[in-house]
């Protein structure tokens, strides 16, 4: 199997300052491909979440050089996925926390990260960031960590009151700001002819699941200009609409 890949992000309607920040690699370890993504969208209402965002995505790409290639050699497993991420995440909570104590501001982040492998998927989510996989139906591989969430999984809110619900943004934790932070982890089986996608929540507000499967169809997306320019369209409607939050989107086509 093979991937193909794309990554946009757009400051939006009413921002200055564009707080999301997001990479994606695509790699290859004897002869086999692999993806690793991480995506993560900075407080809008916290001081520098520009810098908090930028280096959560630094400290995964630098466990992306440095652990990855160990981890493959000796081959990978869930337990070490999980007990690696949470320790970057853990880390960079305490460092922004300290920086922001320091410089007397306020900072955090979502983090939603990643791994794509030939036979499994490794997905870590904190706050309300999300992972998506599109196929024959778009489903949601992540599930937010927001007040709205709770609601619905308590049976206190409906999905569709959920949409409109002043407190939709309402995090139950982000890197930077909570005292702890604990992922939530997701591990499956990749599907070929697929399009994996992660995005912020500016992106997926004002689209539904199944207009993005319509913009990113995965066998129309054969190549990282189509993908790219479906995103754009994407991001120009969700414009159009009104989003007035920042907008970034990550993709990723499986084949062969």
């Not at 306020?106 to 997905?123: E, H, K, S």
């Not at 049976?155 to 992922?183: F, M």
């Not at 997926?204 to 993005?212: D, S």
């Not at 754009?232 to 499986?254: C, G, H, P």
Request: net charge neutral; proline share 3%.
């Amino acid at each position: 199997m093979r991937f193909l890949i794309s990554a946009g992000t757009d400051v939006g309607n009413v921002k200055s300052t564009n707080q999301d920040s997001v990479s994606v690699q695509l790699m290859e370890q004897g002869g086999r491909q692999l993806v690793f993504a991480v995506l993560c969208d900075g407080m809008g209402g916290l001081q520098k979440g520009e810098l908090a965002s930028a280096s959560v995505i630094y400290a995964f790409r630098g466990w992306c050089s440095r652990r990855l290639p160990i981890l493959l050699g000796n081959g990978l497993r869930d337990g070490d996925i999980r007990q690696d991420w949470s320790r970057v995440i853990t880390d960079c909570n305490e460092k922004i926390k300290a920086y922001g104590a320091e410089s007397g501001v306020r900072m955090g982040t979502t983090a939603t990260v990643l791994l794509l492998t030939q036979d499994r998927y490794y997905v870590a989510n904190v706050g309300d960031s999300r992972v998506y996989e599109l196929q024959t139906q778009a489903r949601q591989i992540t599930r937010d960590q927001t007040v709205v969430a709770r609601e619905i999984d308590w049976g206190l809110l409906t999905p569709e009151q959920a949409e409109t619900d002043p407190r939709r943004s309402v995090l139950l934790q982000c890197i930077g700001a909570s005292r702890e932070v604990y992922a939530e982890f997701f591990f499956g089986t990749p599907l070929r002819d697929a399009v994996y996608l992660l995005c912020s929540d500016g992106f997926r507000h004002k689209i539904t699941p199944m207009e993005m499967l319509s913009y990113l169809e995965p066998f129309r997306m054969d190549s990282p200009e189509k993908m790219g320019q479906s995103q754009q369209a994407l991001i120009r409607m969700i414009k159009e609409r009104n989003e007035r939050d920042n907008i970034t989107v990550a993709t990723i086509r499986t084949y062969g």
